[in-house]
């Protein structure tokens, strides 16, 4: 079946310091959303891409969607402690269902 | 709104016993996830329902599951018996098909089976 893998697993940053997480698959990606989950919390929804090659922002963090739309990316500038959680991205394939990368887990030294 | 609710937030019980998780989705929701959240493993949709009817519950891991939904507020996933290997964090999750599907979680179940 499709799997959707994320890079890095951890990322250890000063703060101030930029962040990028990496989403790929095989396969060509329906749409890509992205989620962020704080430590103990749970997964909530951030931004969703449909277009290859699209581009969107939300203040520090900016996401985009490969052309061929078998990649995705997550850049945060200029860390800060409050960026500090596992960052997903999913696939939004067969309907409604969400097929999940592992993640990769941000932390962040003041 | 209150959002996703579930219950209990917290579960402790010992091998071969049931346990029973709820869900309430967001009111105007028709579709609803259950997910199980282990280190090792991820985050891993054990199944879907829309409209309350099970769509896809291939990643139900073993007969000992089951999960049902009698109508559009509620859901249960059941495991019985339990095993240690069980233990870990269960989020139910509901969306409205639309433009953009975005899933809202709830809070989770966390889970230790000793």
């Known amino acids: 079946g499709q799997q959707v893998m994320q890079i890095p697993q951890y990322q250890h940053v000063q703060e101030g310091e930029d962040f990028t997480t990496y989403c790929n698959s095989s396969?060509?990606?329906?749409?890509i959303q992205w989620y962020k989950q704080r430590p103990g919390g749970h997964p909530v929804f951030l931004i969703q891409?449909?277009?290859?090659?699209e581009v969107k922002k939300q203040k520090r963090l900016t996401f985009q969607f490969g052309e061929a739309k078998k990649n995705s990316s997550l850049h945060i500038t200029a860390t800060q402690t409050t960026d500090v959680g596992t960052y997903f991205c999913?696939?939004?394939?067969?309907?409604?269902?969400?097929?999940f990368g592992g993640g990769t887990r941000l932390m962040v030294k003041p | 709104d209150a959002g996703v609710i579930q219950s209990p937030r917290h579960e402790v019980t010992e091998r071969g016993q049931e346990v029973t998780l709820r869900c309430k989705p967001i009111?105007?929701?028709?579709?609803l996830f259950w997910y199980r959240q282990t280190m090792m493993r991820g985050l891993e949709l054990l199944i879907y329902?829309?409209?309350?009817?099970?769509?896809?519950d291939s990643g139900m891991p073993e007969d000992r599951f089951s999960a049902k939904m009698p109508n559009a507020s509620f859901s249960t996933l059941k495991i019985q018996p339990s095993e240690p290997r069980d233990s870990a964090v269960y989020f139910c999750?509901?969306?409205?098909?639309?433009?953009?599907?975005?899933?809202?979680f709830g809070p989770g179940t966390r889970l230790l089976v000793l």
């Open positions: 999750a509901s969306s409205w098909k639309g433009a953009v599907e975005t899933q809202y």
């Open positions: 396969t060509t990606l329906s749409n």
């Open positions: 891409l449909v277009k290859s090659g």
């Open positions: 999913a696939d939004n394939n067969a309907g409604n269902m969400l097929t």
């Open positions: 009111s105007g929701h028709n579709s």
């Open positions: 329902f829309n409209n309350n009817v099970p769509i896809d």
